[in-house]
C-alpha cells in the first residue's frame, strides 16, 4: 500500500482470475523532466538565451545580445551555465533561431571569448547573413564608439566557423538521442522556429515569427503532426490584436507624404533586412502612382547586400517574390537609392532609411542627432525598441534625450508604426491551438502582457502556462510514455471477434502503477495487483428481466456466439466470458429471460441485451432501443 500513493490512467477492464496477463512492460521508465531557465528574454524582450534540458541533454537556444546595455550586461550570464564549468562540457548544442541581433549578437563573444567548441546550427540563410551583421555591430562599437573590449572580427570568422546549416524540414540527429528539426517562421529571411527531441519529449521553441505572410515573406508554418511537450513561444505582442495591415500601411503613407509636402525630412530606423524591404516596396510604389520626386535614400551598401541575399534564399520568401523575381527583381528600385555621402545635410525634403533599427549607434543615431531639434521633421519606428535605447525613449515620448553626453531637444515628430513581423495574440492563440502543446512557456515579453494572455490560453485551452524570469528555473514534470507490446495472437482474436472490424482497436487487462518512492512505472494485471499488495477484489453484479414469448437457447446461443467463441449452452441457460455474463430462465413458464452480469462487463452486456431484445414479448417495455456494440476496448478471452 505504501509505494502505491498515486496511480495512473484508466482501469481497462477487470480480467478473469485465470488469465494470463495480455501486457508486458517493455522497460520500467524513469520520469524524464524538462528544465528551462531563461538567461535572457525571461519576461522581457532582448538578449534572448535559453537553456533547454531534457533529460540529460542540454541545449541553448539563442545567444541574443542586449541592445539597451553597454557594458557586460548586454551578454547572457555564462558563469550560470553548468556551475561555471566548460561551456563545451555542459552543452550538447547551440541554436540560433535568426539573425537578429538580440538573438545571436552574443555568439562570438560566447564561442571565441568564454569558450565554447560544440556545434553550433542555424539555417542557410541565417549563417550567411549572420556574419555581415555581427561586423557591422562590432565596427559601430569598436570603430566609432571605441570600445576596445570586444569581440574582433576574427572571432567572428571562428565563430562562424563551428556553425552547421540547417534545411527546413530536415531532421538533423545531433547525437544518438538529440534530434533538431527547423520550421519556417516568417518573421525575417532565414527565420526559424526548432523543434529539439530527445526520446519521446520535445519542445518547439518559436524564435521570433509571425503567422500572417507579409509583402515578402510568408507565414509561420509548423508540419501537421507536431505536438510538443513544451512550447516555447515569443510573446513581444501579447497584448495586441493589430489593425488591418492595410490601414497601417495607408497611415505610413499619408504621414511620410504629408512630411516630405511641408518640406520636412522623415527618417525611418530600420534593421539591413526585413522590415526595410517590405517598407521599401511599400514606397516605392506609392512614389510611383503619386509621381513623387522627393529623394528616398537607403542606408550605403545595405541595398545592394539585402538583394543579394534574397536572390539567394529566394525559396525563403513568398509565392509573389519567387514569381515576380524572374521577370524584374523586387528589391532593385527606381525610386530608392544609396544614400550618398552628407546627404543628411541637404536642404529640403528627403526620405532615409538608415541603420540601426533601434537607434542604439551607428548612422541612423548620428542623422537623428541632427534632424531632431526641427519640428518639421518626423521620424517613424517601425519596429519594436528594446527598453534603454535611445529609440524606446523617443517611443515613449521623452521631449530631451541626452545622447553621448549632450542633450538634444526632440521637437520632431514621432510615428511608432509596429510593422515589425511577430505573432499578435491572435497569431499566438492559432499556433497552440495548430500544435495541442501539453504546455506553453511565454519568453520575449513583458510581464503583464504575458500575464494577460496565459490568462487566456489557461482559460481557452486549459494548458497550463510558465513565464519564468531571467535566471528561474522551471521544471516541467512530463507525462511518462510507456510502450506497451500485446502478442499478435490476441490482437488477431480481437480483430476476429470485433462484430465492427473497421475499429481496430486491441483490447487488453491492467493496470497502471506509480511508485512515487522510485519514480517508476509499471504495468501489471490486475490479479497480481490484488495478490502482491493487499487489495481485495470486489465483483459487483447486475441482472436485467426480459420479458419474452418463449426461450429458444439454441437459437439464443447461436445468436451471441459471434461474441464469445467459448459460450457455454447448458441445459437451462448460457453462460459466456467464464460466466461474467449468464442468462437464465426466470420462471417455469419460461416467459422471463434473466441476464446477470458482472459490472466489468456492462459493455459487452449491453450488446447482449440488445441482441436479445428480438424475441422480446409486445408487453416489453419499454421498447427496444439499437445497441452498438462497446465503443471501449472489448475483452478477449485467452
Ligand atoms: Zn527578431
Redesign the pocket.
Known amino acids: 500500500m505504501e509505494k502505491l500513493k498515486k496511480k495512473f490512467g484508466k482501469k481497462i477492464f477487470p480480467e478473469p482470475a485465470e488469465e494470463t496477463p495480455v501486457v508486458v512492460p517493455e522497460k520500467k521508465e524513469v520520469l524524464p523532466n524538462i528544465k528551462i531557465v531563461p538567461l535572457g528574454a525571461g519576461q522581457d524582450v532582448g538578449r534572448s538565451c535559453i537553456l533547454i534540458t531534457i533529460g540529460t541533454k542540454n541545449i541553448m537556444v539563442d545567444c541574443g545580445m542586449h541592445m539597451g546595455y553597454q557594458d557586460d550586461r548586454r551578454f547572457p550570464d555564462f558563469s550560470y551555465i553548468g556551475g561555471g564549468g566548460r561551456l563545451t562540457d555542459y552543452l550538447d548544442c547551440v541554436i540560433i533561431?535568426?539573425?537578429?541581433l538580440?538573438?545571436c549578437g552574443s555568439l562570438p563573444h560566447m564561442s571565441e571569448i568564454v569558450g565554447y567548441d560544440g556545434p553550433i546550427y542555424m539555417t542557410y540563410p541565417t549563417k550567411a547573413i549572420c556574419p555581415v551583421l555581427l561586423e557591422d555591430y562590432r565596427k559601430v562599437q569598436c570603430d566609432i564608439k571605441g570600445e576596445t573590449n570586444f569581440f574582433t572580427s576574427d572571432d567572428i570568422k571562428n565563430c562562424m566557423k563551428k556553425v552547421i546549416g540547417c534545411a527546413l524540414h530536415e531532421i538533423i540527429q545531433v547525437d544518438d538521442q538529440l534530434s533538431i528539426r527547423a520550421f519556417y517562421a516568417g518573421?525575417?529571411l532565414g527565420?526559424a522556429m526548432f523543434e529539439i527531441r530527445v526520446g519521446d519529449h520535445s519542445v518547439l521553441y518559436t524564435?521570433?515569427y509571425n503567422m500572417t505572410p507579409d509583402r515578402h515573406l510568408g507565414a509561420a508554418r509548423v508540419l501537421p503532426g507536431v505536438r510538443p511537450t513544451i512550447l516555447i513561444s515569443?510573446s513581444t505582442y501579447a497584448t495586441t490584436i493589430r489593425d488591418s495591415k492595410r490601414a497601417r500601411e495607408r497611415d505610413f503613407l499619408r504621414k511620410v507624404h504629408e512630411t516630405v509636402m511641408k518640406g520636412g525630412k522623415v527618417i525611418i530606423p530600420v534593421?539591413a533586412l526585413?522590415r526595410a524591404q517590405e517598407l521599401c516596396i511599400l514606397l516605392e510604389s506609392y512614389w510611383e502612382r503619386m509621381a513623387l520626386n522627393v529623394p528616398i535614400y537607403f542606408s550605403q551598401g545595405l541595398a545592394e547586400r539585402a538583394n543579394q541575399y534574397y536572390r539567394l534564399f529566394i525559396s525563403w520568401t513568398n509565392e509573389n517574390i519567387k514569381k515576380t523575381f524572374v521577370e524584374r527583381n523586387m528589391f532593385e528600385f527606381k525610386h530608392i537609392r544609396p544614400m550618398e555621402k552628407g546627404c543628411e545635410e541637404q536642404p529640403g525634403p528627403q526620405v532615409l532609411f538608415s541603420t540601426p533599427g533601434m537607434l542604439h549607434g551607428g548612422q541612423s543615431l548620428k542623422v537623428f542627432k541632427k534632424w531632431c531639434a526641427d519640428p518639421l521633421n518626423m521620424i517613424i519606428m517601425p519596429g519594436y525598441c528594446v527598453a534603454g535605447t535611445v529609440g524606446a525613449r523617443v517611443i515613449n515620448g521623452e521631449k530631451r534625450i541626452e545622447i553621448d553626453g549632450k542633450m538634444h531637444d526632440i521637437k520632431l515628430g514621432v510615428e511608432y508604426m509596429s510593422f515589425?513581423?511577430?505573432a499578435d495574440a491572435k497569431g499566438i492563440m492559432q499556433l497552440i491551438r495548430q500544435c495541442e502543446p501539453k504546455h506553453v512557456m511565454f519568453v520575449h515579453g513583458e510581464a503583464e502582457k504575458m500575464e494577460f494572455l496565459k490568462g487566456k490560453v489557461e482559460k481557452e485551452y486549459n494548458i497550463p502556462v510558465h513565464m519564468p524570469a531571467n535566471g528561474e528555473t522551471c521544471v516541467i514534470e512530463v507525462e511518462p510514455k510507456m510502450d506497451i507490446r500485446v502478442p499478435l495472437e490476441k490482437i488477431n482474436k480481437s480483430i476476429a471477434l470485433d462484430p465492427n472490424p473497421s475499429k481496430l482497436e486491441c483490447p487488453f487487462v491492467a493496470e497502471i502503477v506509480y511508485d512515487q518512492e522510485k519514480e517508476t512505472l509499471d504495468v501489471m494485471p490486475t490479479t497480481r495487483l490484488v495478490e502482491t499488495e493487499d487489495f481485495m477484489r470486489i465483483s459487483l453484479s447486475l441482472s436485467e428481466i426480459i420479458k419474452v414469448i418463449k426461450i429458444d437457447w439454441n437459437q439464443i446461443a447461436a445468436d451471441l456466439i459471434i461474441y464469445d467463441p467459448n459460450l457455454q449452452q447448458k441445459n437451462d441457460g448460457i453462460e459466456m466470458f467464464h460466466g461474467e455474463i449468464t442468462l437464465l430462465a426466470n420462471n417455469e413458464k419460461g416467459t422471463e429471460l434473466e441476464v446477470i452480469w458482472d459490472e466489468s462487463r456492462e459493455g459487452w452486456a449491453r450488446v447482449v441485451r440488445s441482441s436479445l431484445l428480438r424475441y422480446a414479448s409486445p408487453e416489453q417495455t419499454p421498447p427496444p432501443e439499437p445497441q452498438e456494440p462497446p465503443q471501449e476496448p472489448i475483452p478477449v478471452q485467452a
Do not use: T
Not at 533561431?97 to 537578429?100: A, G, M, N, P, Y
Open positions: 533561431s535568426h539573425f537578429h538580440d538573438h518573421h525575417v527565420a524564435g521570433d515569443e534593421f526585413g515589425s513581423a511577430h
